[in-house]
């Protein structure tokens, strides 16, 4: 069973930080490419960061330079530190593995990032 479990998202003041973590379970874990997904209410569902098998990472132009995704393989866990945190970037957080070659695509239930006055 494929399980991804994220955590660490709540509520925080414009210009605050939140490290967000995506515990995997049931895939290979170094092997597939890690996304972090974001989907505001009333929106279409953004892709946010990747960090692949190989560790290199993109990110969506709005989070450049405030956001940072890593993955640590011996706790199966991919992660995402955001910094300078603005009101636009309120949404639900998702974590995803991703397995092109294979055509897996599994996707945890997301948690909630508020960022607030």
């Not at 290979?28 to 974001?38: A, K, L, P």
């Not at 989907?39 to 969506?60: C, D, F, M």
């Amino acid at each position: 069973q494929v399980q991804l479990v994220e955590s660490g998202g709540g509520l925080v003041q414009p210009g605050g930080s939140l490290r967000l973590s995506c515990a995997a379970s049931g895939i290979i874990f170094s092997i597939y490419t890690m996304n972090w997904y974001r989907q505001a209410p009333g929106k279409q569902r953004e892709w946010v960061a990747t960090i692949t098998s190989s560790r290199l990472t993109n990110y969506v132009d709005s989070v450049k330079g405030r956001f940072t995704i890593s993955r640590d393989n011996a706790k199966n866990t991919v992660y995402l530190q955001m910094n300078s945190l603005k009101p636009e970037d309120t949404a639900v957080y998702y974590c995803n593995a991703a397995r092109a070659l294979t055509g897996n695509d599994f996707w945890g239930q997301g948690t909630q990032v508020t960022v607030s006055s």
